[in-house]
């Protein structure tokens, strides 16, 4: 086994037990913490994907902001009232699982993947290329964000803000 | 051995092992006494009152969303910034619209009065 | 890079209007008259109608590498959206004052919707269309959630998200495995690989055009993914749920048809039989359900579930066939539909929506032209002539038989007979019960009267006259290429 096929399993089986800590964990503070871990082991594996700048991204959005709206989440719920009996829910998660690897082991399975991997070059996923493709091809797509990121500031304005 | 990420990991390594030396050395020649008092949770010095898991005010929420709104503008500054010199007059202009539009959300946040805690 | 920027012209035209609107609407003082807003945005999207009819005109164009295609078929549709948000906007402007929502946001965010619309229905490529796809989506949401005094329309608003972000999940993962397959988010470049290499598609290809379809039906409310539609359109504000059950669905179908239906057909044999049960159980489905409900808007909600079944026979039927009857179906629809709406929206008192069957009892002597109007309209989406419904259903079962899916042609007729049930329900409450809710005069809301007026002479109209529509219909599809 080469190095690059050596940290892939390491860090997957690491993402994984942090992944199954999220959902086995019972209190909900020590679960947002397992997902965090699981965000920056997926940054991490970004890198080894050629990424660099997804890297950067997913620690400062995931594992940063969405994490703390998480954590506002929980405290805003008080999650001590929310302990209880897990049986119906879980096995229809475990139904929708188990539908979804259903869909996934096939496609794995086959391994039919492509020859030659988007992330041939080596300077694929760095700042320069992201921005290279983001302001030439996806121009249009960039502006249009701004629009939903307009949208988004106004229904959270409108949804959350206090009425007078 | 000359990976551009090779900096990054020395940095890392040295980082746990300075963590765990310094925890080791703390647990094995450390003093060790505990009581009751020692247990307790530290406000200032006063006696704890109350639970520590309070509802938070849904305010908080409205900020930690608007922050993330922004955070997500700033991260398409980020590439723009580091190209800006390749993509000239038009690139400003793409970033131009892009901010204009976005402006007008911090407007209207800024006059409705979402950033006040009233 | 190719910067031509006209075709862009209708969606920048309301995207400026939604702008404008937001602004203003900040510098109008509280309790002052916000009337001016709703007229603001009417003359927007009146001159985007104007632009989307001189636009018809010249050639198709593309822009910034092809990924945004204003042919006629997203003409078409882009003047099915404005229409839409226009009639939710006239039939709202009383509503929303009574019921104490924020007039500029509202309007502002149907504007939003109009714009995403519009470029979903203009994307030719995955990216545009997924970022078309969430701008609607979550300017949807959050007018699903506006009436904040009413905990329904909260709860409503939270299903809706929960749903449509799961379904968003499905559309995204489908398109991440598409582009991996294929190298290129770009419709053109992703069908010339299919015509390339046929029948040599890696597995996660096809599976990736499935989650496609998921995510789809999810977003038109097909069987067996309709859950969300009953519970998030009985609990949204009347004039919203109008405008979700026409312009929502139909930017779904029309990103539906551009993208699986046109570009990706050569995927087509793997869902065809999904397709035909996922149609025949959707059409079913909603009519039975619909008979049992209490509530006219819940039960306009499984009609909304059942009609969207009848335009998937067009889907299943094929390109070749299905062109015509599923955008002249979608125009005829959306009058009846958002004429219904207009009319269940003028029956609310105070910040009481007024929906049951009961409250519709004896309209007919109190509101005439109300009763008249409703009364036309459900005899439009149960299907008879000479109304727009018939048409539309007429053009579709005849392509259902012409291509020969004749079993789909019979059971969608059946379910048009099925229909009729709690269709003729209402008018039979309306003119031979007593003693049900007011309703408003003309003075009361004048805006709403104009709306339903539109939306009753657009279903006459189409249902007398349907030949220019035809003809467009059949021209827009057409233009794909």
Redesign the interface.
């Known amino acids: 086994m080469d190095t690059a096929s050596f940290i892939f399993y390491l860090l997957a089986t690491l993402l994984v037990i942090a992944s199954l800590l999220v959902v086995f964990l019972r209190n909900v503070v020590h679960c947002a913490m397992a997902l965090v871990t699981a965000l920056l082991l997926i940054a991490v594996m970004f890198v080894t994907l050629h990424a660099p700048m997804l890297c950067v991204l997913q620690v400062m959005v995931y594992a940063g902001a969405i994490m703390v709206l998480f954590l506002f989440v929980i405290m805003f719920l008080n999650p001590g009232a929310l302990e209880q009996q897990r049986g119906l829910w879980w096995g229809f998660g475990t139904l929708l699982a188990m539908m979804l690897a259903g869909?996934l082991v096939?496609?794995v399975a086959?391994s039919?993947?492509?020859a030659d991997p988007?992330a041939a070059t080596e300077l694929f996923g760095s700042p320069e290329m992201l921005a290279k493709s983001l302001f030439?091809?996806?121009?249009?797509?960039f502006e249009?964000?701004s629009?939903?990121l307009?949208?988004?500031i106004?229904?959270a304005v409108?949804?959350a803000k206090r009425?007078? | 051995m000359n990976h551009p990420f090779l900096p990054l990991l020395v940095m890392f390594a040295v980082a746990s092992v300075i963590v765990v030396a310094l925890l080791t050395v703390a647990s094995l020649f450390g003093p060790k006494s505990t009581n009751a008092a020692k247990n307790d949770p530290f406000e200032s010095g006063n006696p704890p009152t109350g639970d520590a898991r309070i509802r938070f005010s849904v305010r908080f929420y409205l900020v930690a969303m608007l922050f993330l709104i922004f955070d997500l503008e700033v991260v398409f500054l980020y590439p723009w910034a580091i190209y800006f010199r390749h993509l000239g007059v038009?690139g400003l202009i793409q970033m131009g619209i892009f901010l204009v539009?976005l402006t007008?959300g911090y407007?209207?946040v800024w006059?409705?009065g979402a950033l006040e805690w009233d | 890079?190719d910067?031509n920027l006209v075709p862009l012209l209708p969606a920048v035209q309301v995207?400026v209007t939604a702008?404008v609107v937001?602004?203003r609407d900040?510098?109008i003082k509280?309790g002052e008259s916000r009337g001016v807003l709703a007229f603001y945005s009417l003359v927007g999207l009146g001159l985007a109608a104007a632009e989307v009819f001189f636009l018809l005109g010249g050639r198709q164009e593309g822009?910034?590498?092809d990924?945004?295609m204003l042919d006629r078929f997203a003409l078409f549709f882009a003047l099915i959206f404005i229409l839409a948000a226009a009639l939710t906007i006239l039939s709202a402007i009383d509503y929303v004052r009574q019921t104490g929502m924020?007039e500029g946001?509202f309007y502002?965010?149907i504007l939003?919707a109009t714009?995403?619309m519009i470029?979903m229905a203009a994307a030719n490529?995955l990216?545009?269309f997924?970022?078309?796809l969430?701008?609607m989506s979550?300017?949807v949401?959050?007018l699903t959630?506006?009436w904040?005094s009413n905990g329904r329309s909260s709860e409503a608003?939270m299903k809706y998200f929960l749903m449509g972000a799961f379904a968003t999940g499905f559309l995204l993962y489908g398109i991440a495995l598409i582009y991996?397959?294929t190298?290129s988010t770009n419709l053109a470049q992703i069908s010339a690989y299919l015509l390339d290499q046929p029948s040599e598609w890696?597995?996660?290809l096809i599976?990736g055009g499935?989650l496609l379809l998921i995510g789809f039906a999810f977003k038109v409310g097909a069987v067996p993914f309709h859950f969300w539609v009953p519970d998030v359109y009985e609990g949204a504000p009347t004039p919203v749920t109008g405008f979700m059950s026409v312009a929502v669905k139909a930017a779904a179908f029309a990103a539906w048809a551009r993208i699986l239906l046109y570009k990706l057909s050569p995927l087509d044999n793997d869902w065809v039989f999904p397709l035909w049960i996922i149609a025949i159980a959707t059409m079913t489905l909603g009519n039975l359900l619909a008979i049992t409900q209490h509530s006219i808007k819940r039960m306009l909600a499984y009609s909304s579930i059942a009609h969207a079944g009848y335009l998937l026979i067009p889907i299943v039927v094929g390109v070749e066939w299905g062109g015509l009857p599923l955008l002249f179906y979608l125009l005829a629809y959306s009058f009846m539909t958002l004429g219904a709406f207009a009319v269940l929206t003028s029956m609310t008192e105070g910040d009481e929506s007024k929906d049951g069957y009961s409250d519709f009892a004896g309209l007919g002597f109190k509101r005439p032209f109300l009763a008249l109007a409703m009364a036309l309209f459900m005899l439009s989406l149960a299907g008879f002539p000479p109304l727009a419904g018939f048409t539309g259903k007429f053009y579709v079962f005849r392509s259902a038989v012409l291509s020969g899916h004749l079993n789909l042609a019979i059971i969608g007729v059946l379910n048009s007979l099925l229909s009729v049930i709690f269709y003729l329900r209402v008018i039979v409450a309306m003119y031979m019960e007593e003693g049900g809710a007011a309703g408003k005069s003309f003075r009361q809301a004048p805006f709403v009267y104009i709306a339903v007026a539109i939306a009753l002479l657009g279903t006459i109209y189409l249902g007398i006259l349907p030949a220019d529509a035809l003809d467009w219909s059949r021209r827009a599809f057409g233009s794909l290429e």
């Open positions: 869909v096939p496609l086959t039919d993947l492509p988007v030439s091809d996806y121009v249009l797509p249009i964000a629009v939903l307009l949208v988004a106004i229904g409108v949804l009425e007078n | 038009f539009i007008v407007v209207y006059k409705k | 890079m910067v995207l702008l937001t602004l900040l510098f509280d822009a910034f590498n990924s945004y924020r946001e502002a965010l939003f714009v995403g470029v490529d990216m545009v997924f970022l078309g969430e701008t979550i300017a949401y959050v959630g506006m904040r608003a991996g397959a190298g890696p597995v996660y599976g499935f």
